[in-house]
Nanobody
Framework: QVQLVESGGGLVQPGGSLRLSCAASGSIFRLINMQWYRQAPEKEREWVATITSSGSTYYKDSVKGRFTISRDNVKNTMYLQMNSLKAEDTAVYYC??????????WGQGTQVSVTS
């Protein structure tokens, strides 16, 4: 089975940067898109960004201009570059890969904490 392993989370001050990585244990057949979600304590999980198989990107309004989603098909890895981080960005971040089937794969989550 395919496993998604996340890394790159941590503690950072407001205005700082982090880059999250999400690596699949193997290639995913007929991959449609890759996505990032996040969930703050006692809040619903929310969508953050998407990159499609054709390379189109979409972002939640509150992160536009600050976050960048990208992928490396050779490494079966997706990334989320987060700049100008704010306290409200604090959450557990989850990666998701969607394939034809429909099939979905989720990462285990990585904690991002933005504090002074």
């Amino acid at each position: 089975q395919v496993q998604l392993v996340e890394s790159g989370g941590g503690l950072v001050q407001p205005g700082g940067s982090l880059r999250l990585s999400c690596a699949a244990s193997g290639s995913i057949f007929r991959l449609i898109n890759m996505q990032w979600y996040r969930q703050a304590p006692e809040k619903e999980r929310e969508w953050v960004a998407t990159i499609t198989s054709s390379g189109s990107t979409y972002y939640k309004d509150s992160v536009k201009g600050r976050f960048t989603i990208s992928r490396d098909n050779v490494k079966n890895t997706m990334y989320l570059q987060m700049n100008s981080l704010k306290a409200e960005d604090t959450a557990v971040y989850y990666c998701k890969m969607v394939a034809v089937g429909p099939r979905e794969y989720w990462g285990q989550g990585t904690q991002v904490s933005v504090t002074s």
